[in-house]
């Protein structure tokens, strides 16, 4: 990650907002932020995961209400 990038604030996702964990490619359901990493879980349910906050963007495109 360049300096660049790691001066520039991180996206701030909302609680239950769909966001794109860049480090791994994965989407996954906003929960907190503790200790300074994000918390996510993945969208069916299951073990959350923790992420760097300048990893974590929005999404392409809507979250699909039918899932």
Known sequence: MSTRQR???????????????????????????IGGEHYLRPESGGREWTTDPHQVGPTSGPRDSAD
């Open 7 to 33: 001066n520039a604030p991180a996206y701030r996702p909302h609680v239950g907002e769909l966001v794109l964990d860049r480090r791994t490619g994965r989407t996954g359901i906003y929960m907190d932020t």
